[in-house]
């Protein structure tokens, strides 16, 4: 090879690692302006996520109301509460006969009331006397009732109650007569709130079906006010 020959291929060697070098740096120009326009838009974007946070926050407190203490809520008063007595009627000791023997269990029968016409009564049965008793209050509880009573403390009139086989004929009584009553139908009358009443039990002798007869003729009773209504007339002219 001549001279002239080395030196043309050492010139297209230099040639081409300038066009090579040349590539190079675009590349990373075109790289380092990518990355550049990159920043620049996300901290475009977090400037306007920042914008409208702070244009969100205004419009809120804005619109907020301001705040004004409380003045101090009284509740208003109920009145007292009316207590409620309780008697026990009935303490009975029951079996089951089942295939593995006999299970014994105690039946209780209570009757509750305020002495101001509310009373109520409750039948339950537990493996333990206080579990009964605990059972039969709470159902008691459940099933008071308001009876009608006159100023004097006695009835409107004459009634009968009956539940099943039990039957209660109560009359009313004048002022100082007192409670004539025994057993169960006594426990009902005076803590539903009679003073003075008679009564006689014309049917079984089983406490819960007197209990029951007995509430069955408290709920009887009529006033003047319920004859009237039921008659369509003033109540005047009931006793002319």
Do not use: C
């Not at 269990?105 to 009373?119: E, M, N, P, Q, Y």
């Amino acid at each position: 090879m001549s001279l002239e020959d080395t030196k043309n291929k050492d010139v297209k060697t230099n040639n081409s690692q300038e066009q090579k070098q040349h590539v190079l740096n675009e590349k990373k120009n075109f790289s380092n302006n990518q990355r550049k326009e990159g920043f620049n838009k996300s901290a475009n974007k977090t400037d306007h996520h920042a914008k409208t946070n702070a244009d969100n926050k205004d419009e809120a407190n804005k619109t907020k109301k301001e705040f004004k203490p409380r003045s101090k809520f009284k509740r208003p008063s109920r009145g007292p509460v009316n207590e409620l007595s309780e008697k026990v009627i009935e303490i009975k000791r029951i079996s089951k006969t089942t295939k593995g023997g006999r299970r014994l269990r105690f039946s209780a029968l209570v009757v509750i009331g305020d002495k101001k016409g509310t009373v109520g009564y409750g039948l339950a049965k537990a493996n333990e006397v206080p579990d009964a008793l605990k059972k039969a209050i709470k159902k008691a509880n459940s099933n008071l009732i308001k009876v009608k009573m006159t100023r004097a403390g006695s009835l409107y009139h004459e009634v009968t109650g009956h539940s099943s086989s039990g039957e209660v004929l109560l009359k009313p009584a004048p002022e100082g007569t007192g409670i004539i009553a025994g057993g169960p139908i006594r426990a009902v009358i005076e803590l539903a709130g009679y003073s003075d009443i008679y009564s006689k039990n014309k049917g079984t002798n089983s406490s819960i079906n007197m209990v029951r007869a007995t509430i069955n003729g408290l709920l009887m009773q009529k006033t003047v006010k319920d004859v009237a209504e039921a008659r369509d007339i003033p109540v005047n002219k009931l006793f002319r």
